[in-house]
Nanobody, 120 residues
């Protein structure tokens, strides 16, 4: 059974930091492409950061470049999102996503999300 469990969300003041974690199980984590997405109220879900499984290439939404960092620990089957210099517009539910390939079949998995609120 595949599980992606996010944690680390919460309430933080503007300019503060949070570190999100996503613990994965039920598939081969080391070969999966991992990403973080977010969805603010009334808006579509958007890609925040993405990391490939091979050389660990990353890419980020323009709105978070220089402030957010995605990383992964294959030994712990965990992907992280370090968020610094947080702004009110970063407020959203953050979701972890895995794209896994098995026998040529692509499988997409989503976590349940964790709320991040940036407010004074």
């Amino acid at each position: 059974q595949v599980q992606l469990v996010e944690s680390g969300g919460g309430l933080v003041q503007p300019g503060g930091s949070l570190r999100l974690s996503c613990a994965a199980s039920g598939f081969t984590f080391s070969t999966a492409t991992m990403s973080w997405h977010r969805q603010a109220p009334g808006k579509e879900r958007e890609l925040v950061a993405h990391m490939t499984p091979d050389v660990g290439s990353t890419n980020y939404a323009d709105s978070v470049k220089g402030r957010f960092t995605i990383s992964r620990d294959n030994a712990r089957n965990t992907v992280y999102l370090q968020m610094n210099s947080l702004k009110p517009e970063d407020t959203a539910v953050y979701y972890c996503k895995a794209v896994s390939w098995l026998f040529g079949v692509r499988r997409d998995y989503w976590g349940q999300g964790t709320q991040v609120t940036v407010s004074s």
